[in-house]
């Protein structure tokens, strides 16, 4: 599975889009980006995946650039209760290992 | 409702003491997972198992041991041979055979402190 890197730390102001990026340089054909957060000593929660298309669901929109380098989950009007650590990973749909490694993810802090 | 339940929340040990932390899924759920978290860390991945009776090391498995006797359960046991188990543990499950919906969903965590 490729790698992902992530800026340790972002600050939102709250009721304004917060924008987290993820860089992904080295994501084969067949690999999805997913987005996971995880609020302070929880399991991480699911948020969004995709593969080229950009993806919107109720909670986030995911935007893929073309070339599938990098991405942005994006949650359009953040409260406070989004404060936690976004994790970006990447992994095959059908990979023969099925590991699934997470980086050290973003701190997003949601300010009042 | 269906999800993933871990047990202990919290849990004490003293050294040399082996503890087992307990994983249950009622999702029908294939594969499933064990990770660690340790602050300000991201998951480390100790074991996963993708099919009953089956299951492999991840990246940290040394001093830890697994067993996969049913589909819904998946215990790890912290062994004395652990040199530093104090930590936070996860357990995840995931529908293995979707094809691009296979998101892993995650317990509540165990919290493991070594006295």
């Known amino acids: 599975d490729a790698k992902t890197t992530q800026p340790p730390s972002m600050d939102c102001a709250e009721g304004r889009a917060a924008n987290l990026p993820c860089n992904h340089s080295t994501i084969s054909g067949n690999e999805y980006v997913y987005w996971y957060r995880q609020i302070h000593s929880q399991g991480p929660q699911y948020i969004i995946h995709g593969l080229k298309n950009n993806e919107t669901n109720e909670m986030a929109s995911l935007i893929i650039t073309e070339d599938r380098k990098s991405s942005t989950l994006i949650l359009p009007h953040a409260t406070l209760r989004d404060t936690a650590v976004y994790y970006c990973?990447?992994?095959?749909?059908?990979?023969?290992?099925?590991?699934?490694?997470f980086g050290t993810g973003t701190l997003l802090a949601v300010q009042p | 409702d269906g999800g993933i339940t871990q047990s202990p929340k919290y849990l004490f040990r003293k050294e040399g003491q082996n503890v087992t932390l307990s994983c249950e899924q009622n999702l029908n759920h294939d594969a499933m997972y064990w990770y660690r978290q340790d602050p300000g860390q991201g998951l480390r991945l100790i074991y996963y198992s993708q099919i009953v009776n089956d299951f492999q090391k991840g990246d940290i498995a040394e001093g830890y041991s697994v067993s996969r006797e049913k589909k819904e359960s998946f215990p790890l046991t912290v062994t004395s041979a652990q040199k530093n188990p104090t930590a936070f543990y996860l357990c995840?499950?995931?529908?293995?055979?979707?094809?691009?919906?296979?998101?892993?969903?995650f317990g509540e965590g165990s919290r493991l402190t070594v006295l």
């Open positions: 990973i990447v992994r095959a749909a059908r990979g023969a290992t099925n590991k699934l490694i």
């Open positions: 995840a499950s995931r529908l293995q055979v979707a094809a691009n919906t296979g998101e892993l969903f």
